[in-house]
């Protein structure tokens, strides 16, 4: 009994040890890198990165110059079924949490033991959005303790809403896509609107991998990615039975939709570009400006 006793103290002082030994770590990890990370409260005057938009003067696109597609969505704007089906894929705790999930962590960890690959990472949407807007992608040890830091004063400078609003509309989705309202025209054609609950989970399956799980590249592994967060939507209680079978069974609809002008009009289009470059620079490419033609769409057409 006695040589049992003494077991669980060595046991226990060694856990203690070991904690006490990770937060001076932690702690010091903390106060070296803490004064050099960025200030999280410019996310709020944050612009994103969208192109140049050339308009006749009855609103029909001439023309579109950038590298980045990206049209900004307001959360409220947002369908929750497509909310929904990131919160699924990415994480199911994100209005729980304060920017680091452990569940979240533990899970992946039991994924990886238990079938040999992750389908739930352990980064939070908060640490993705602390990762894109501010840090590399680089895989170290430092860069994920920054977007740790990084993801819990964020959490603090912003609502949970906010944070949703900018992770949506800045993520990577793919064929130049950048957020969700541009990666539903480039693979359907149409608005997040009027996307079936089955393509809002196939782009909401994206992020993970763009070009592993990209629909028009992959279709197999975009459907099996698809059907997993169809089936973690059902067990969380996002959508009903109904739905589900519904969604599943619908077939792969993407296909690839470039930006189409409404007007053909080539050379007034590369005019107004020009004009609109030896004005502002470089930076009218990224910085949403949409420039309204004289011109009415009926001269050209005609």
Do not use: C
């Amino acid at each position: 009994m006695r040589i049992i006793i003494k077991l669980l103290r060595v046991v226990f002082w060694g856990f203690m040890v070991s904690l006490t030994a990770g937060g001076v770590i932690a702690a010091s990890f903390y106060l070296y890198f803490s004064p050099h990370l960025p200030a999280v409260e410019q996310l709020r005057e944050l612009q994103l990165e969208t192109p140049l938009r050339i308009y006749s003067s009855d609103n029909k696109l001439i023309a579109e110059f950038g590298e980045k597609r990206r049209t900004p969505i307001a959360i409220d704007e947002t369908p929750p079924s497509l909310l929904d089906a990131f919160l699924a894929a990415e994480d199911s705790r994100f209005y729980e949490h304060q920017g680091v999930d452990l569940k979240g962590i533990a899970r992946a960890v039991l994924q990886l033991v238990s079938t040999g690959r992750i389908q739930t990472g352990g980064s939070t949407i908060t640490m993705q959005a602390a990762k894109n807007f501010f840090l590399s992608q680089e895989r170290t040890f430092t860069r994920k303790f920054k977007e740790i830091l990084l993801a819990l004063k964020i959490e603090q400078a912003l609502e949970k809403d906010e944070i949703l609003e900018l992770y949506i509309n800045k993520i990577y989705l793919g064929n130049r896509a950048y957020g969700v309202e541009a990666a539903a025209n480039v693979y359907y054609g149409k608005s997040t609107q009027d996307l079936s609950i089955a393509q809002m989970a196939m782009i909401a399956g994206l992020p993970k991998a763009p070009s592993k799980f990209n629909p028009l590249v992959s279709p197999d592994r975009a459907l099996i990615r698809r059907n997993w967060i169809l089936d973690r939507m059902l067990t969380l209680g996002m959508i009903d039975q109904q739905q589900h079978t519904e969604a599943r069974t619908e077939g792969l609809t993407a296909s690839y939709h470039g930006s189409e002008p409404d007007i053909e009009a080539p050379y007034i289009a590369e005019m107004a570009r020009q004009e609109i470059v030896d004005r502002f620079g470089v930076d009218a490419y990224s910085s949403g400006m949409q420039v309204i033609l004289t011109i009415n769409s009926r001269l050209p057409t005609a």
